[in-house]
Each structure stands twice: as structure tokens, then as C-alpha cells.
């Protein structure tokens, strides 16, 4: 794994030196850069690999193309020319996309204020704001340090101000998403701000928008997320009560689920979000009383051959069998001769999620062991185990918790020495 990391302009200087010292082409020039770099053990994931264009007449050394762009943009931003800024902010959102090294360099030169200035100059015009906030979304992908404290509170009014609008509430939904992941403090910011009823309001207005469901759903699932490594404590399990207790959230994904029975990206954006929400007896059981449970176990069997939709069903029917009384609720709706045959049908795929479930069916419970035993689950876990080594420990765990015979390697035995000194 690479753990070296070099400056943009040490890539650029090793670059032109290909171009004028070995007359390599640019393109060849940035190439065998990036193999000399590569053997070295750098990494160029935040590293533009792109030639600048030569030295302009008057000796002045040019930039890279999307500081070029944000050049542009801040000078149209200064002069007012809000047709100019719109032109210039599509171009930069698709230079962001491109490659995280563009993205990086022109958040390294402040090109985020400038988005947010871009933002302000576009209020009040519909086409404009919306190609702000996909420029701000495009730059923000994987840099959610980037937003400040005025950032989030545009994001907040946008969204509270376009509440109706659909392109507007995706836009600024997806920025959000882009802003909370890996960032405790924005998701504690933001949450503190409003942001979860927005959220949760966006899915039953717009109900209908496919899109705004799977971006609102998705956020609401990074607001449960404890990725930021660099906070030792987050409230993760604090939103996710928030959501479900102050904001209706179990209600209104299972709702919003069955209207899009036939959209499987849909149901899967859903279905994860209900399980990471799963956080307390109460929230697993209340799942059941919606209606949720019927909903996965149909699901489960209408759509046993879409693998990534069957993974997420399993992952939510785990988490709430986290919960006893619905444990009995998945056994009496025939839910576990559906995921003994999700097994089976997908065995080429390592699906722990399927090893988790069965475990977490017969734990605390063994009366449910024999008649899981008696569809064939000892064999397909015995045969997922011996084609996936990442199924290894879980496998052998489900099989230890149905009573069947697991060799366990010991790890240790002591006899080579002792701690004591």
C-alpha cells in the first residue's frame, strides 16, 4: 500500500523535465511519471495526472486547465456576469469529476469559497443556483473539510427555501451527503441546524422522484455513520433515535418503499437506511408493525435474483433480529426458507450477510436450530466457507450457534513462553 505523498508541483516539475530534458510528448510524459512515482511507493490519488500547457509568450508558466476554470469563475463572480459565472461552473463540475487530483488542487486553492460566492450571485436565479450547487457537490466529493459554517447554513435554506422544488432538493440533498460523510463535526453541525426533517420531509414530498429518494435516504444513513476517524466519540446512534423518534423515519422509508417496488436501486438505498436505523428494541419491533418485515420477506421472494437487493434485504431482516420477539415474526412469515434459498441461489458470492442472519435467528433462541438445519443450511454454509476465505469466521460462528460440529484452530497455546517477565 502506498504511503508516500508528493506535492502537485513535484509531479509537474518531474513531468516537464520528461517533456525538455527526454522530448517525451506530454501525454507520455505524464505517464512514465506516473510509473516512476508508482514504483516508489507515492500516492497520486489527490495528484492531477495532466500535463500544463507550455509557457505562454510572455514566460508566464501556465495552470493546470481546472485553475484556469476557477480563475474564470472568480472573475465573472467579481464582475457580476452571471450568464459567464453558469458557463464557467459547468465546466469546473465536470473537471471535478474527472479525477479526484482536479478536485483536490482547486480545494487546496480555495476554490470553495468561491463556489459558495457563485452560490450567493445565482440566488434568486433557478438555472444558475442549480449548476452552483452541482459544482459545489462535484467539489465536495471526498472532501467534505471543504464546507465551513457559511456553507452549511446555504445548504440549510436552500433546501428549506426550495422545499417544493425537485432538481433543487436533489442538488442540495446530494451536497449534504457529500458534506457528512467521513465529517462527525458537519453531521452534528448540520443536524443541529434542521437538517433531518428536511430529509425526511423530501422523501414524502417528493415521493414520486426516484432520485430524491435515494439521495435522502442515502443521507439520512450517513447522518447513523461513525466514519471519522479522526473523532473518538460521535452521534451516531443519537441521530439515528432522531430520526425515528422525532422525525417519523421508519414510517416514511417503508412507505416511500412501497412505491417503488420495481426500482431496485430504490429498495436497496432503502432497505440499508432501515438497517442501520434498527438500533433499539423498540425501533426492530416497530419495523414489524409497519409492516416492513412482510414488505422484505415479499421482496425477498419476488427479487431473490438481484444479488446487491437480496444483500441489503438480509442486512435489514439481521439487524432487526437483533430483536427476539422478531426473530419468531421472520420464522412464522416463512422468512427463513427464503433466506436459506438466497443462499443457495447466490453461493458464488460471498454474502455474509446470509451467515449473520441465521445467527442472529437461533441466538438466544435454539428452537428455530433443527427446522433451519432441516432446508439444507449446514451444507451452504459449509460450501460458502470452503469457497470464500472471508466467510471463514462467520461461517463457522453461524455453524457453532445452529449445534453442529465446527473444529475450532486454537491461535495460541501458551507453550512457546511467558508473559511474565
Not at 467579481?78 to 465546466?91: F, K, P, Q, T, W
Not at 459449509?382 to 472471508?390: G, I, K, L, T, Y
Request: glycine share 6%.
Amino acid at each position: 500500500m502506498a504511503s508516500k505523498w508528493i506535492t502537485q508541483e513535484t509531479f509537474d516539475d518531474v513531468v516537464q523535465e520528461n517533456i525538455t530534458e527526454f522530448e517525451m510528448d506530454p501525454d507520455e510524459a505524464v505517464k512514465e511519471a506516473v510509473q516512476q512515482f508508482e514504483s516508489q511507493g507515492v500516492d497520486l490519488s489527490t495528484i492531477v495526472k495532466a500535463s500544463r500547457k507550455p509557457t505562454s509568450e510572455n514566460g508566464q508558466e501556465q495552470k493546470h486547465e481546472i485553475l484556469q476554470t476557477l480563475d474564470s469563475l472568480r472573475k465573472s463572480i467579481a464582475d457580476s456576469a452571471l450568464s459567464e459565472v453558469g458557463e464557467h461552473l459547468v465546466r469546473f463540475s465536470e473537471q471535478c469529476r474527472e479525477q479526484l487530483g482536479a478536485r483536490y488542487l482547486a480545494g487546496q486553492k480555495g476554490a470553495c469559497p468561491v463556489v459558495l460566492s457563485a452560490c450567493k450571485l445565482a440566488s434568486g436565479d433557478r438555472s444558475a443556483m442549480l449548476k452552483a450547487l452541482h459544482a459545489l457537490s462535484a467539489l465536495m466529493d471526498g472532501q467534505p473539510d471543504l464546507l465551513d459554517s457559511v456553507g452549511q447554513e446555504l445548504l440549510l435554506q436552500t433546501l428549506k427555501e426550495n422545499a417544493d422544488d425537485t432538481e433543487m432538493t436533489l442538488a442540495g440533498i446530494r451536497c449534504i451527503r457529500h458534506a457528512c460523510l467521513k465529517h462527525e463535526q458537519n453531521r452534528q453541525e448540520l443536524v443541529k441546524g434542521g437538517i433531518l426533517p428536511l430529509l425526511t420531509g423530501a422523501i414524502v414530498r417528493h415521493g414520486d422522484c426516484a432520485g430524491v429518494i435515494r439521495e435522502a435516504s442515502s443521507a439520512l444513513r450517513v447522518m447513523t455513520f461513525d466514519d471519522d476517524i479522526r473523532v473518538p466519540f460521535g452521534h451516531a446512534h443519537d441521530h439515528a433515535k432522531m430520526i425515528v423518534s422525532e422525525n417519523n423515519g421508519l414510517k416514511i422509508l417503508i412507505e416511500a418503499a412501497k412505491a417503488f417496488t420495481d426500482d431496485s436501486s430504490v429498495l436497496r438505498e432503502l432497505c440499508a437506511t432501515l438497517a442501520r436505523l434498527s438500533v433499539r428494541n423498540e425501533f426492530c419491533q416497530e419495523i414489524v408493525d409497519l409492516g416492513g418485515l412482510n414488505f422484505m420477506v415479499a421482496l425477498l421472494a419476488d427479487c431473490i435474483d438481484h444479488q446487491e437487493l437480496v444483500k441489503q434485504v438480509l442486512s435489514a431482516m439481521w439487524a432487526i433480529a437483533g430483536n427476539d420477539d422478531v426473530k419468531d415474526a421472520i420464522v412464522n412469515t416463512g422468512g427463513t426458507d427464503l433466506i436459506v434459498l438466497a443462499m443457495s441461489h447466490h453461493l458464488a458470492s460471498p454474502q455474509k450477510q446470509a451467515c449473520m442472519l441465521i445467527r442472529n435467528l437461533v441466538s438466544r433462541n435454539r428452537d428455530f436450530s433443527q427446522a433451519i438445519l432441516e432446508m439444507g443450511a449446514e451444507n451452504l454454509i459449509v460450501e460458502a466457507r470452503a469457497v470464500h476465505q472471508d466467510c471463514d469466521d462467520i461461517a463457522k460462528a453461524a455453524l457453532r450457534d445452529l449445534g453442529c460440529k465446527v473444529e475450532l484452530r486454537e491461535l495460541w497455546t501458551g507453550q512457546k513462553g511467558s508473559l511474565a517477565p
